[in-house]
């Protein structure tokens, strides 16, 4: 079965600084799709960026990107010059249907 | 852009109750999903509908049913609410199948069975 294990279940980060979010992940198939989900404080699920296994390049949405090693089966997140609106939580998840991590809490201190 | 909504945001149910939970996408997407949503256990599926009066269980289905009766309309049922229901639903609809779809996701309904 595929599992997907978020480590960090809280970070926090200033306001205008990188964080980094880790997600590893484990399956067996040659070719998937990853993809991290933003929810905010009593707020729709919303994604931020997915990336095809297939493609050795890492996918990128403006402040948000993605380090992809798909031998080391691992998938994070950077969130670059961070806002308050970046605060919510982070999943990472496999496929769809969604295999997800447990999540991440994220705090932006102003 | 697309909608997904669900009919209740909070709902409070005794136990033994048999409770409805709606939900409606208005993109004509042919996928709709069903999760639980519980601290410390992120997001867990239910069922889910690849089409009209199709379904298939997920991860967790012990103690739910669903109903797809229109494409639009996506319905999770509790047969005799428990306490251990207590949770969060969240309802998602993606455009096509495939698991590189992206899902779409109604506000969640949180459900306290007493």
């Known amino acids: 079965a595929q599992t997907v294990t978020q480590s960090q279940p809280e970070m926090s980060v200033q306001e205008a600084e990188t964080v980094t979010l880790s997600c590893t992940y484990d399956t067996s198939e040659s070719d998937y799709y990853l993809f991290w989900y933003k929810q905010p404080p009593s707020r729709q699920m919303i994604l931020v960026i997915r990336?095809?296994?297939?493609?050795?390049q890492n996918a990128t949405e403006n402040r948000f990107s993605v380090n992809f090693q798909k031998a080391a089966k691992s998938f994070s997140l950077k969130i670059s010059d961070s806002q308050l609106g970046d605060a919510a939580m982070y999943f990472c998840?496999?496929?769809?249907?969604?295999?997800f991590g447990k999540g991440t809490r994220l705090s932006v201190i102003a | 852009d697309v909608k997904v909504t669900q009919s209740s945001r909070y709902l409070v149910k005794r136990t033994g109750e048999k409770v409805f939970l709606e939900c409606v996408q208005d993109m004509d997407h042919e996928n709709m999903f069903w999760y639980r949503q519980d601290p410390g256990l992120g997001l867990r599926l239910i069922y889910f509908s690849y089409d009209v009066k199709m379904k298939e269980k997920g991860d967790i289905p012990e103690g739910y049913s669903v109903s797809r009766e229109k494409k639009e309309r996506f319905s999770l049922i509790l047969e005799s609410a428990s306490t251990n229901q207590t949770s969060m639903y969240l309802c998602?609809?993606?455009?096509?199948?495939?698991?590189?779809?992206?899902?779409?996701f109604g506000p969640g309904t949180r459900l306290l069975v007493l």
């Open positions: 990336q095809e296994a297939y493609k050795q």
């Open positions: 998840a496999y496929n769809t249907p969604l295999v």
């Open positions: 998602a609809s993606s455009l096509g199948q495939g698991f590189q779809e992206t899902q779409y």
